[in-house]
Each structure stands twice: as structure tokens, then as C-alpha cells.
């Protein structure tokens, strides 16, 4: 429940609209859903504004082709939040946006990443043709880049938080 409670909730409650807030808050405060992050993408290391997974506007939908890395708990999410390059003519840091999505979704699939324990958490996630609904946008089209930064602000609190606590030892 972490990466939703954390993240995903906090998030919405800040950009999302009253509608995504009624549908996706109970559920993650159930812990009725399973959540992650699609924001890093193989080639791109720690840039993150230099991602290339597109989400095209299809009238009522958005296309999404590309594929996500690191992300932790993919094969056993519900649901990622994800940035996705809008406007592929927009300056690096413009034309991003902040999507929702059902990991159940067709086109989208999981491959663990094994490392050299033998066991991980994280998964490169792949989306081939993804349709996702115009009404998952959080924030302003082209704008996930505030969202986003939003949201890594607030991880930052919570662990510096943690650490003040002594609970981040």
C-alpha cells in the first residue's frame, strides 16, 4: 500500500479531479488496490524528462506505446500512475503527462527483473497500444511535469520525515 498511499493518493487529493478523487481515494484507503510507478525508461537513466513513451490522442482516448522500468511491483499492481510524452514536439520538460491506468489493461505487460539474489521487486513494464480514457488525465494536459514534481517533493518529505522520526535508520 505504500506506493498508494504515498504517492498515488496524496497526488490526487492535490491534482486530481473530484471525480478520480471518488473513485480511486476509498480504494486506496481500503488498500483494496495495489499501485506503481511508471516514471523511469530503459536508456533514459536518471533524466526523466527525456521519456519516450507517447500517448496519442485518439478522440475519447489516449494511445500509449513505449515501456517503463524499475517498476516496482508491476506484476502484482492493480493500477500505475505514468508519465507519458503528450506533445513530442514540446521542449523536453513541456508536453508530459500524468496518466492513470488499469494494469489489466490490454497491451500492457510485466517482466520481472532479476537480480543477482534471485528475487525482485521490479519490473520492466511494457505498453503496446494501451487505451486509456481521456477522464485518467491527472492535471492539465501537458502539465505532468508539475504533477510529477509534486509528487517527488512529497516522497522527499516523507523520507526525510521518516528519518527525522528515527524510523528511517
Given amino acids: 500500500g505504500g506506493i498508494a498511499t504515498g504517492f498515488a493518493g496524496p497526488t490526487l487529493i492535490v491534482h486530481g479531479t473530484d471525480?478520480?478523487?471518488?473513485?480511486?481515494?476509498?480504494?486506496?484507503l481500503d488498500g483494496e488496490t495495489v499501485w506503481c510507478q511508471g516514471y523511469s525508461?530503459?536508456?533514459a537513466g536518471s533524466d526523466l524528462a527525456s521519456l519516450q513513451t507517447s500517448a496519442l490522442d485518439m478522440g475519447d482516448h489516449y494511445l500509449v506505446n513505449g515501456s517503463k522500468i524499475w517498476t516496482s511491483y508491476a506484476n502484482m499492481a492493480d493500477w500505475i500512475f505514468c508519465l507519458v510524452r503528450t506533445d513530442a514536439k514540446a521542449p523536453k520538460?513541456?508536453?508530459i503527462s500524468f496518466l492513470l491506468f488499469d494494469m489489466?489493461?490490454?497491451?500492457?505487460?510485466?517482466?520481472?527483473?532479476?537480480?543477482?539474489?534471485g528475487a525482485s521487486p521490479f519490473c520492466q513494464t511494457f505498453f503496446d497500444n494501451v487505451k486509456v480514457p481521456k477522464e485518467n488525465l491527472v492535471g492539465e494536459l501537458n502539465k505532468g511535469w508539475t504533477v510529477a514534481k509534486y509528487l517527488l517533493q512529497h516522497e522527499r518529505n516523507m523520507a526525510a520525515a521518516m528519518k527525522r522520526s528515527g524510523s528511517g535508520k
Avoid at 478520480?20 to 486506496?28: D, F, S, V
Avoid at 489489466?104 to 539474489?117: D, K, M, R
Fill in 41 to 43: 525508461e530503459p536508456g
Fill in 93 to 95: 520538460r513541456d508536453g
Fill in 19 to 28: 471525480e478520480q478523487k471518488q473513485k480511486y481515494l476509498p480504494e486506496i
Fill in 104 to 117: 489489466a489493461s490490454e497491451g500492457v505487460s510485466t517482466t520481472p527483473i532479476q537480480l543477482l539474489s
